[in-house]
């Protein structure tokens, strides 16, 4: 069976077609479904020995069927199958053969969740001189009929059924019957939107058991055969999401991912990547978060980073389990992240994007017609190409990008939606609202037409592509989080970002001049004990900075210091001095926040390496590390492990500055290995750290927080305060209350750049 058939089961509900017998290449969730296994049972449990023999003189197919005799034994029972898992939305088919007219049930199937469910027969009604055996389910309080009396009245004949259960365990709860004619397997007749359950309706109970039954002695026998259960796949698994790290199943960083073929639902065959090692998983994934930090998207594990090392073309490619598009009237979802770290990389005619191609078995080489998405020529587009031969259709979303941001796109495309394989398109990039496709609001291309794209119909998707082409020398690009469904929800899996409460917090509102001593410095909470000095006390000492308390204001953050914060004094040299204290318990959570406020002394030249830091460690900290950046006065810092640091910035002496970092791990039970930093950020800037760094911090959970400096010249000053240590930025970040839609909407007036023009 080609992917095109088998993407028909990919929006279910959707597609309303006749369908071939063999059902989709999904895998089967029910073990031994063409009871071919030895022995023919296995995975199936019988309540009665005598019930469900092997056919293996005439199968329906293969070497062996299920028979279920009706005999005059008296024999009843039922053969079963429970499901690992529970399904809400899930597609069910089989084959059985009728081999008998005696009046009474000639075939009987039970969709069993909790106490409701789904019971369906073929009952011969034993009407003299009538071919009157039907289709029937039963409601609760009797059987209903669902296909024309006489429909299943071929004796010695196989009929296909399919059974397509939409929101179980929900009020909505309902199920598609679809069946053939005999001798055929084409699903040619259906019966939609059906309520008839067992009982009242599985609207506390998902799927869990498949069920063939005798319930009484007498009747026909009948077989079945070819029987499958598969989760429709209303979305594909992200490509990159899970955890990027060794071992099985799993990404390896730090080498290419082609050749690599981590189980992803939704793809077929490793990564290809001809030619080229410049597409590497990284341990860090990307992110997202609505304009008003109260939504993220649901991510998980790496990313893919292409670094580009000249202008050559480059690009990896996997496969599809499904053939998207190509079948009809469909809509199709696709989402996913991208990040474009350098400014200007993609100028220059050079582009950057993931891609649905087909490949008309005929390599990856071959452009053939698809959609493309990301940047080009340094503006976010779209891009439709109609065949290998026909020129690209490009269609600006944005125009330019900001460096170092991250971009959640959500593609809607509505399959030959005006008739002459006409597809229709609507992109949203960075939605305020998440939660649904109504919520999300105008997207910025409505309703585009794309131009024949699927020509004649007979074209569809089956790779998924990363390609950059004429990138300028360094350039890079990071894909993550790619996704397809049917629905916007399956491609935007969102949680609310709730506060925690502050894990840990320092003020530091002691007495004038009090020096760091064992004891005396004991304040805040969430600590285990007082500020303890590693080198010379009089490095650090609570005082009144001499500008007044420091302060920060800006969209949804605003707060100040208080009368006191801790100065760091510098005595020349290069040694470093340090006060450390121990958090009242570790902290092991995949993800941690941290901020607090600096001010260097206005007096004062910040240059030559002077170096102050807050962190969990020498090796894992943030702050100001004075014209150090390479290549420029770049000021602020992020530090993994030593040397792995990234930079931005530059600071202004006798200037307030909000720092916020953000530990994760992409390894929930692993190391932390990506680290953030953000300069003076509101919650409008969430989703664009101003630095970043990747690498093993060698700590899987946090003890103590340090103060570090070192080369600071004599009678130079540094001041820290509001020290804050969280789950979510709102735990670090103090937010007024309430926070109101006008506030974060001066992100969209101009004043959204106000903290950026602070720095």
Not at 137 to 144: E, H, K, L, M, T
Not at 397 to 412: A, H, M, N, R, S
Not at 746 to 754: C, H, P, V
């Amino acid at each position: 069976m080609s992917r095109h058939d088998r993407f028909c089961f990919l929006v279910a509900g959707i597609l309303v077609i006749a369908v071939g017998a063999v059902s989709p290449a999904r895998a089967n969730l029910l073990t031994n479904g063409d009871f071919e296994a030895a022995p023919y049972d296995t995975g199936w449990t019988r309540s009665n020995v005598n019930i469900g023999t092997a056919e293996t003189t005439s199968p329906i197919s293969g070497s062996t069927s299920l028979r279920m005799s009706w005999n005059n034994q008296g024999y009843t029972g039922n053969v079963d199958q429970s499901l690992a898992s529970v399904l809400s939305d899930f597609d069910y088919s089989f084959t059985f053969r009728q081999l008998g007219n005696t009046a009474g049930r000639s075939m009987n199937t039970l969709l069993l969740a909790g106490g409701a469910g789904v019971n369906a027969r073929v009952l011969v009604q034993g009407t003299a001189g009538v071919d009157d055996d039907t289709l029937q389910v039963y409601d609760g309080s009797g059987w209903q009929n669902v296909s024309a009396v006489g429909a299943f009245s071929g004796i010695s004949q196989d009929y296909r059924i399919s059974i397509r259960g939409r929101d179980w365990g929900t009020p909505a709860a309902s199920y598609d019957l679809l069946w053939s004619d005999a001798g055929s397997t084409l699903l040619t007749h259906q019966a939609t939107g059906l309520t008839h359950f067992q009982s009242s309706g599985p609207t506390t109970s998902k799927l869990e058991t498949v069920r063939f039954a005798k319930p009484e002695s007498t009747g026909n026998t009948w077989m079945v055969d070819n029987v499958v259960l598969t989760a429709p796949a209303s979305a594909f698994a992200p490509a990159v999401a899970e955890p990027v790290a060794t071992g099985t199943g799993a990404y390896t960083t730090g080498t290419s991912v082609g050749g690599q073929n981590p189980p992803v639902t939704g793809f077929v065959d490793a990564w290809d990547s001809p030619g080229t090692g410049a597409f590497r998983p990284q341990g860090a994934g990307l992110d997202y978060y609505t304009p008003d930090g109260r939504q993220r998207l649901t991510t998980s594990g790496g990313a893919i980073h292409a670094d580009v090392p000249n202008t050559a073309n480059r690009e990896v490619a996997r496969a599809l389990d499904y053939d998207v598009s190509g079948l009809g009237n469909d809509t199709i979802y696709v989402s996913g992240l991208i990040r474009f770290p350098d400014p200007g990389a993609a100028n220059n005619g050079g582009f950057a994007m993931i891609k649905l191609v087909d490949t008309d078995g005929s390599g990856l080489n071959n452009e053939d017609f698809g959609i493309q998405f990301g940047v080009n020529q340094g503006d976010i587009r779209i891009r439709a190409r109609q065949s290998s031969t026909i020129v690209g259709k490009d269609f600006t979303v944005q125009e330019g990008y900001v460096p170092g941001q991250d971009y959640l796109f959500v593609i809607k495309s509505e399959i030959n939606a005006v008739g002459g394989w006409q597809d229709r398109t609507s992109v949203w990039l960075s939605p305020a609202d998440l939660s649904s496709e109504a919520a999300a609001g105008t997207p910025q291309i409505s309703n585009l037409l794309l131009g024949n794209v699927n020509q004649v119909g007979t074209q569809a998707w089956d790779h998924l592509r990363l390609r950059t082409v004429n990138f300028n020398a360094g350039g890079s690009v990071i894909f993550d989080e790619i996704r397809m469904g049917a629905t916007w929800e399956s491609v935007v899996p969102s949680q609310a970002v709730t506060p925690q409460g502050t894990r840990a917090y320092e003020p530091f509102d002691y007495g004038q001049n009090q020096n760091v001593n064992p004891g005396p410095l004991n304040g805040g909470s969430g600590w285990g004990g007082p500020w303890v000095p590693l080198a010379n006390t009089g490095t650090f000492q609570t005082q009144l900075p001499p500008d007044g308390e420091m302060r920060f204001s800006g969209p949804g953050v605003d707060f100040n210091g208080g009368e006191r914060a801790i100065r760091v004094r510098g005595f020349g040299g290069a040694d470093s001095r340090s006060i450390t204290r121990n958090l009242a318990s570790p902290i092991s959570d995949p993800e941690v926040w941290m901020s607090f406020l600096l001010r260097w002394d206005a007096a004062a030249s910040a240059a030559d390496g002077d170096f102050v830091s807050v962190g969990f460690g020498p090796d894992l900290a943030m702050g100001v590390k004075a014209d150090e950046g390479g290549g420029g006065s770049r000021d602020f810092f992020v530090r993994m492990d030593g040397g792995l640091e990234d930079y931005a910035g530059e600071l202004v002496e006798g200037s307030d500055y909000f720092l916020v970092g953000r530990l994760r791990k992409s390894d929930p039970s692993g190391e932390y290995d990506s680290f953030d930093l953000w300069i003076n950020p509101g919650v409008i800037d969430l989703n664009r750290p101003d630095a970043t760094s990747f690498g093993l911090s060698g700590l899987s959970d946090l003890s103590m927080l340090e103060i570090r400096q070192a080369f600071l010249e004599n009678n130079e000053y540094v001041w820290l305060d509001e020290i804050r240590i969280g789950a979510t930025f709102f735990d670090v970040a103090p937010v007024p209350e309430p926070l109101t839609l006008a506030l974060l909407g001066l992100a969209g007036t101009g004043l959204g750049g106000y903290l950026r023009r602070r720095r």
